[in-house]
C-alpha cells in the first residue's frame, strides 16, 4: 500500500512538473507568411525588411499566392501596392502604396496603404493599421497558433465609401482613401501636439469611418486596446481583399492547413509530454 501511494504521489508530481515545463516560454522559431491574393486584380506584395523574404516585393495575379520564411525575430510591414507598372529591371511606379521607384522595397511605403505590422518574437504582436490610409481590404489571419490568435483586419472595402475629400482617384474610380491626417495634417487628426497622448487624441468622423470597414484595425494612432492582437507559436496567412470570417488555406511541409479546421491545430507540447510521463511512470511500477 505504501508503495502504491508514493507511486501515485511521484506521478502526480512528475505530471505537474511536465505540464509546467510544457507552459514556458518556446522556443523562438521562424514563422511561415502566406501571402495571397482574393482581389480581381494584380496585386504587388511589399514586405520590409524584405531582404530575407523575395527581396521585399513581387507580383501576385488574383488567386495567387507565395509562401515564405520570415526570419526569427522578424518585425516589420506587409502590405499591398496597386496600378503598378515596372520594367525589367524592376523599375517603375503605383497608384497607390508605392516604394519608390523600385519593386523590391527597401524601406516605408507611399501612402495611402492598408499595413500588417508584425513584431515576432516567444509572443507575437501584429495588426492591420489604417493610420497611413486604405487602399486594399487586408486580413491578418494566424494559423495553429496559442493563445488569442484572434484575425486582424476587415470586413469591408473602404474604397466603396471614402469621404471625396480623402479619395485617390484613377480613371474615375476610388482606388485609394488618404488618411485625415495625411490629407489636412492638424494636430487632431495626426495625434501630435496637445492631441498626442491617449486621452487626447480620440476618434473622428474619418476614423469612424475607417473603423466601419475594418472593425479589427488601427483606425488612427490610439486605436491600441482594440486593435492590436497577440499569439504565440503561429504561422500567418495575410490575405488582400479578404474578410475576417473568410475561410483561407495553405500548404507547405506537404500538408493542407485553413482557419477553422481543428485538424490543423498544432497540439500543446505538454500534452504529449505528460502522456509520455505517464507511460514512463507506469513502465517503472510494473518493473519493481
Known sequence: MESAL?????????????????????????????????????????????????GGGFAL????????TAPT?????IWGSTGCSFDNSGNGSCLTGGCGSSLKCGG????????????????????????????????????HGRGNCSSAGCDGDLRDT???????????????CRSACDVFGSEQYCCTGVHGNSLTCQPTSYSKKFKEACPAAYSYAYDDPASIFTCADADYIVTFC???????????NNKL???????????????AMIFFAWIALWVAFFRT
Open 6 to 54: 508514493q507511486f501515485v504521489h511521484a506521478l502526480l508530481t512528475a505530471t505537474v512538473m511536465f505540464a509546467l515545463a510544457g507552459l514556458a516560454p518556446s522556443h523562438v522559431e521562424a514563422r511561415i507568411f502566406t501571402i495571397v491574393n482574393d482581389c480581381k486584380e494584380t496585386v504587388w506584395a511589399r514586405i520590409t525588411p524584405g531582404e530575407a523574404l523575395a
Open 61 to 68: 495575379e488574383p488567386g495567387q499566392s507565395r509562401i515564405l
Open 73 to 77: 525575430g522578424w518585425s516589420g510591414r
Open 108 to 143: 516605408s511605403g507611399g501612402t495611402p496603404a492598408t499595413l500588417a505590422e508584425f513584431t515576432l518574437g516567444a509572443l507575437d504582436f501584429y495588426d492591420v493599421s489604417l493610420v497611413y490610409g486604405f487602399n486594399l481590404p487586408m486580413v491578418v489571419t494566424p494559423v
Open 162 to 176: 471614402c469621404p471625396s475629400e480623402l479619395a485617390v482617384k484613377s480613371g474615375g474610380q476610388t482606388v485609394g
Open 242 to 252: 479578404s474578410k475576417r470570417g473568410r475561410i483561407v488555406c495553405t500548404y507547405y
Open 257 to 271: 492547413t485553413c482557419t477553422g479546421d481543428s485538424r490543423s491545430l498544432r497540439p500543446p507540447r505538454w500534452t
